[in-house]
């Protein structure tokens, strides 16, 4: 799911919970909608990450989304990436 998709859901009130999930040392957001889990993409399709835990939210924040989980378990931030 893009950007523009997500804002459409937010728009019809139709997100349950939104998901920061940690992966290594990026993070990722998943977004649980009235019938599906979708995953924030980027344009050409891959998982969207964010390099901070607070990029993310900020994000999230600048969307009208002022509440979501946050998944730790699998976070290392010694782990480098390749964003």
Request: proline share 2%; with cysteine; net charge positive.
């Amino acid at each position: 799911m893009n950007e523009k998709s997500l804002r459409l859901l937010i728009n019809e009130n139709a997100i349950k919970k939104a998901h920061l999930i940690a992966q290594g040392g990026v993070f990722h957001i998943h977004i649980e909608a009235t019938s599906n889990r979708y995953v924030i993409e980027t344009a050409d399709g891959n998982p969207r990450a964010w390099r901070t835990l607070d990029a993310a939210a900020k994000w999230l924040r600048k969307l009208g989304l002022g509440k979501a989980c946050v998944d730790l378990t699998y976070w290392n931030p010694q782990q480098k990436s390749l964003l």
